[in-house]
């Protein structure tokens, strides 16, 4: 029979630590590290396996520290913990019991892999005595290998055979997750390992400490890139995703020096689409106008900055942007290697980079300002780390510039412009895309799911975002989408983790029907959070991706109907409320403010019109005709 590790009710708590008499269990361990971290949630299923962590998570909870959200699904769990991550700019977490309980979480965790998201994944293990016996849901070498199975997906992977190795893989795997590239990392940990006694004392890394990153900058290799940028006559910037706190000074540098601005679609909600100097997304469901300026023959340099040159951010690896002419920037070397073609690589912090490059443009275009700047920091006598983060160019320099206008001017052009303002029954997706903008508050998070949704948003969604310039947070991006891996359900999860990554203000899913129909049911989890989530659901009885693909490639029309659902009468017996779209009407009636006060979730079954066929890029409209 197995030990009784039973340990008292109060156990977790800070007064604990003072009495060494008194043991915790690997689970609490984990907690403490957490909360180290001012991790508040840990997303998943419990399970038998796994029921010490949910004990430790119980007494944590209790303490202070982060406590347990169950979802519906793993993997539901998992696309929850990368939403909160990406928002909160924190660890994301998720555990599962054994068996199915790990195989169900893969897809959400080879998501987070291909996103590039902090994420700490714990599995459960039977017993280690009875490896290899057939047991119950058994998952080890021997079984269900699902060790195995998270080393494709994971930037760490190990087995916890004994309590003393825990709290080294623990730290390692944490560590790991926070390495450029980031991901997601796998420990998994048997049963009897998880409430195996631990000195109270436990803890004893400074987590915080160890992760605090240094700046990356190597000041010979930016000097060499500003020396491109002053030699060439037309520079083009594209922004990927990977730029988030760096932002609002590469969009200085851009008004500095008046340069064109496109962004890959997962970064297109780090800039505001009416800034001055954007044109618009480049690559998958982008905008002519971003191809053009590229394309153009006058450019003679391109900067790459905070993009993994994928195959959607590329456009389907277009030589328009793969050519010498590139400069890549970035803070990850794995990403350079789809760049062999480009003149020059850049690694460092993309603030740093950007910052210093400031400092040049400064001291080339403002001598006497930073003349100035000098004589003032040396007679105050300031040391060389306070003169290095008061440079010119690492504050905002540039007057205020005016709010846009109720209709403000956009730089780029869209498909079909006209449906932009069609007024017709079912409604165009297009003004559907128009209105969310519209309507929802400024501070709105908007994500998009795989297929149709992600077409139309990156395409026609303009937020209202005012910030031109300046530093802004890492989760500061209005929009988001999951193209690496593309998984249906995504944005349904991610939204939960999104909200509970931040209080103070909505979150808006865009969702295909297949996708709810998939992962409908982590709507109840908004419902048991209160959380102010609204899900967009584009109701047209079909896979679209799947229905268009057919029709531009010339392929078979199979496979693609879904039978009619009234996704209102769901939401309603989940416990949200629901609205029927079916027009520009019906969406212009809707209480906005009403909804986005309210503490719980919203669904809105939009029928929009199943005949439009979604932007799915210039060169992306070339490739599927050609097969």
């Known amino acids: 029979m197995d030990r009784d590790t039973r340990i008292p009710e109060n156990l977790g708590n800070d007064d604990d630590a003072e009495n060494p008499r008194i043991e915790c269990e690997g689970g609490d361990l984990i907690t403490r590290y957490l909360k180290q971290l001012d991790v508040e949630y840990v997303f998943g299923i419990p399970g ?24 519906r699904h793993e993997t539901g769990a998992a696309f929850m913990a990368g939403g909160y991550a990406s928002e909160a700019g ?55 290998n699902t060790l195995g199975m998270y080393q494709h997906c994971t930037r760490y992977n190990s087995f916890v055979s004994h309590i003393d190795q825990l709290e080294h893989k623990l730290v390692t795997a944490i560590m790991t997750a926070n390495q450029s590239p980031s991901g997601p990392v796998h420990l998994s940990i048997p049963l009897d390992i998880l409430r195996s006694p631990v000195p109270a004392e436990c803890a004893s890394f400074d987590l915080p400490s160890l992760l605090r990153q240094s700046v990356l900058l190597d000041h010979s290799t930016v000097d060499e890139l500003f020396h491109w940028i002053s030699k060439a006559r037309q520079v083009v910037l594209l922004v990927g995703a990977g730029c988030g706190e760096a932002i609002g000074t590469i969009l200085e540098f851009a008004l ?21 100097q954007f044109r618009g997304v ?26 993994a040159l994928h195959e959607w951010d590329s456009s389907g690896w277009d030589k328009a942007i793969l050519n010498h002419k590139l400069i890549h920037i970035d803070a990850t070397e794995e990403h350079f290697t789809r760049s062999p073609m480009a003149s ?35 007679s105050a006598g300031k040391d060389k780390a306070k003169t290095a983060s008061k440079q010119p160019g690492h504050e905002h320099h540039l007057p205020h510039l005016p709010d846009p206008p109720d209709h403000p001017a956009r730089h780029f052009r869209l498909d079909e412009e006209s449906k932009y303002l069609d007024d017709s029954t079912p409604i165009k997706p297009q003004r559907l895309m128009r209105e969310l903008a519209r309507l929802f508050p400024l501070n709105t998070r908007f ?35 999951s193209l690496e891996f593309s998984s249906m359900g995504w944005a349904i999860g991610t939204a939960v983790g999104v909200a509970m990554g931040r209080r103070d203000g909505p979150v808006v899913g865009i969702v295909g029907d ?35 693909g057919q029709q531009l490639a010339g392929a078979e029309q199979i496979a693609f109907a879904l039978p009619a659902v009234d996704f209102c009468a769901m939401a309603k017996a989940m416990g949200a409320d629901a609205h029927t779209i079916a027009s520009p009407e019906d969406l212009l ?32 409209k070339a490739l599927a005709k050609n097969g």
Request: aromatic letters at 6%; hydrophobic letters at 40%.
């Open 48 to 71: 038998g396996a796994i029921e010490p962590l949910y004990n430790a998570l119980a007494r944590s909870g209790r303490g202070g520290g982060p406590r347990a959200i169950v979802a």
């Open 90 to 144: 924190k660890l994301g977490v998720v555990c599962t019991t054994t068996g199915p309980g790990a195989t169900n979480a893969i897809t959400g965790v080879a998501s987070a892999y291909q996103n590039e998201t902090p994420m700490l994944v714990i599995t459960a293990q039977t017993l280690l005595k009875n490896f290899g016996k057939g047991a119950f849901q058994e998952s080890s070498c021997t079984g269900i």
């Open 256 to 276: 500095l020096l008046n340069l064109p601005v496109i962004a890959t679609p997962r970064g297109k909600g780090l800039i505001s689409p009416y800034h001055p």
């Open 282 to 307: 480049f690559g998958f469901a982008g905008h002519q106008s971003a191809y053009d300026t590229v394309a153009d023959p006058a450019v003679d340099l391109i900067l790459g900055v905070g993009t």
């Open 344 to 378: 020059l690589h850049v690694r460092g912090t993309i603030l740093a980079v950007f910052q210093h490059l400031l400092t040049l443009l400064y001291e080339r275009k403002f001598p006497s300002l930073v003349r100035l700047w000098r004589q003032k920091e040396k």
């Open 447 to 481: 994500l998009s799911d795989t297929g149709n949704s992600s077409a139309w948003a990156i395409h026609y969604l303009h937020t209202f975002d005012r910030s031109i310039s300046g530093q802004r947070s890492r989760s500061a991006g209005a929009y988001n989408s």
């Open 514 to 548: 297949g996708a709810v129909l998939m992962s409908g049911q982590e709507i109840t989890v908004a419902v048991a959070e209160e959380l102010t989530v609204i899900f967009v659901v584009l109701n047209d009885a079909a896979l679209g991706m799947v229905k268009h």
């Open 589 to 620: 009636a809707l209480d906005i403010e009403a909804i986005c006060k309210r503490r719980g979730p919203t669904l809105l079954d939009v029928h929009i019109d199943p005949e439009e066929l979604p932007p799915i890029g210039v060169r992306m």
